[in-house]
Antibody
Framework: QVQLRESGPGLVEPSGTLSLTCVVS?????????WSWVRQPPGKGLEWIGE???????NSNPSLKSRVTISVDKSKNQFSLELTSVTAADTAVYYC??????????WGQGILVTVSS | QSVLTQPPSASGTPGQRVTVSCSGS????????VHWYQHLPGTAPKLLVY???QRPSGVPDRFSGSKSGTSASLAISGLRSEDEADYYC???????????FGGGTKVTVL
């Protein structure tokens, strides 16, 4: 059974960089899948952030593209998200998920990240 | 405002059939697959239906998806108390080059 778990700081200062890691267990990150990040601001719906293939190809939401970096560390079976120049609008629960083709089949439990001084 | 439009809420009594709609355009639903997710607060979202009408292993056949033109629907038959959750549709949008979600529909079991 594939499991994903997000980790990282729960509090980030405005204008800072949000950095999260998703550890994958029960399967190899080098499989034929994309690995993705999705977030949910408080009281709002889901928003796709971006995704990466294990060979490094990435794709991201045009509205966030200039601030998003997604990378993969195959040696640790994990992938990461960096979101720069954060504001209060980036406060959300951040989920990592697996994308075998065009739908997310496995998700992490999510991590709440608050942007505040 | 979400690219895919869903009603904010839907409800039914136990045993009833409830339908959640998802409206889009030719650049998303009209030309790409629709997927549905169930989300209970504080938990990981769960894939319910993929590629318009396919159910992953383990998802009860009480859940079914359909699509016509630029709209899609999720039907929940034999409604149960444990079905009370938020439901989201999702698709790829060719114009935006982005995955997009609906705003979510909260299903309440009365």
């Amino acid at each position: 059974q594939v499991q994903l778990r997000e980790s990282g700081p729960g509090l980030v200062e405005p204008s800072g960089t949000l950095s999260l890691t998703c550890v994958v267990s029960g399967g190899s990150i080098s499989g034929s899948h994309y690995w993705s990040w999705v977030r949910q601001p408080p009281g709002k719906g889901l928003e796709w952030i971006g995704e990466i293939f294990h060979r490094g190809g990435t794709n991201s939401n045009p509205s966030l593209k200039s601030r998003v970096t997604i990378s993969v560390d195959k040696s640790k079976n994990q992938f990461s998200l960096e979101l720069t120049s954060v504001t209060a609008a980036d406060t959300a629960v951040y989920y990592c998920a697996r994308l075998p083709s065009d739908s997310f089949d496995y998700w992490g439990q999510g991590i709440l990240v608050t942007v505040s001084s | 405002q979400s690219v895919l439009t869903q009603p904010p809420s839907a409800s039914g009594t136990p045993g009833q059939r409830v339908t959640v709609s998802c409206s889009g355009s030719s650049s998303n639903i009209g030309n790409n697959y629709v997927h549905w997710y169930q989300h209970l607060p504080g938990t990981a979202p769960k894939l319910l239906v993929y590629r318009d009408n396919q159910r992953p292993s383990g998802v009860p056949d009480r859940f079914s998806g359909s699509k016509s033109g630029t709209s899609a629907s999720l039907a929940i038959s034999g409604l149960r108390s444990e079905d009370e959750a938020d439901y989201y549709c999702a698709a790829w949008d060719d114009s935006l080059s982005s995955r997009v979600f609906g705003g979510g529909t909260k299903v309440t079991v009365l």
